[in-house]
């Protein structure tokens, strides 16, 4: 009955913790639903495809490609390519898994994971109790799929006339994953990440003069994951912070 209890309330903190994403994720899919009806799909298309891919730059460019008539071998290519990354986010997480206890399979965590729920989770790993890593992880996931699902529906069904009767809100829109994406950086620079991800971030950058930005985000998650075990030189906060633990410890 422990047990029971136990991952019910590891798969509720999982759900909480996914607000920040389903704050971000309600708008974006939003977006995505008003484009699919854009592109001539219906809601229940727009819906089926939020539900199977659940990734969103690889949604709006499998939307705009349709819109122009393109092949079925382009729209599988183009969404391959697009999420090669996630290849490398199953093996960072899976360290974190005390797999003797593991009661979710990993082909379902697998589906869940997507850039934000990734960043969420490695930040989060710390506070998790002891076996209970999985369950929590299937929540925050549950969390994030769930709020994509209703975003686009509600795109699909309303949007048009929102978008139409208001500009604030489609500026709004747009600023909305860019600032999604810097909370999560804070969360992982708080957590020990600082070296990889300023590493990450000028390996992106550099690269983006050159390479198309899918090729560029990898290369920089590349050089994040090489490079960022370095460390870099201490700030003096940091400094004077080390030799007060010290000075305490004696």
């Not at 939003?30 to 727009?46: D, H, R």
């Not at 079925?72 to 003797?100: C, E, Q």
């Not at 990734?118 to 890593?133: P, V």
């Not at 050089?223 to 000075?247: C, D, Q, R, Y």
Request: include cysteine.
């Amino acid at each position: 009955m422990y047990a029971v209890m136990s991952s019910v309330s590891s798969f509720g903190r999982g759900i909480r913790d996914s607000l920040p994403i389903v704050a971000g994720y309600l708008p974006v899919a939003f977006t995505f639903g008003v484009g699919a009806i854009q592109a001539g799909l219906s809601a229940g298309q727009a819906l089926m495809i939020s539900a199977l891919v659940f990734a969103g730059a690889s949604q709006f460019v499998f939307v705009a490609l349709v819109g122009t008539g393109s092949s079925a071998w382009t729209l599988i290519s183009a969404a391959l390519l697009m999420n090669v990354r996630h290849a490398f986010y199953g093996p960072s997480l899976l360290s974190y898994l005390d797999r003797k206890q593991q009661r979710i399979p990993l082909a379902l965590l697998a589906f869940g994971l997507t850039d934000e729920v990734f960043a969420t989770a490695i930040a989060g790993t710390a506070k998790q109790k002891e076996g209970e890593m999985d369950v929590w992880l299937l929540g925050l996931e549950t969390g994030a799929w769930s709020s994509w699902l209703s975003g686009t529906v509600l795109g699909a069904c309303t949007g048009m006339q929102l978008l139409e009767q208001s500009a604030f809100i489609r500026d709004t829109l747009e600023f909305v994953l860019p600032a999604l994406f810097c909370s999560l950086l804070l969360q992982c620079t708080r957590h020990g990440g600082r070296s990889a991800v300023l590493f990450a971030l000028a390996g992106t950058a550099l690269l983006g003069i050159w390479l198309e930005n899918h090729l560029a985000l990898l290369g920089g998650m590349l050089s994040g994951a090489v490079f960022g075990g370095l460390p870099l030189p201490a700030t003096p906060a940091a400094t004077e912070k080390k030799k007060t633990i010290k000075k305490n410890k004696k």
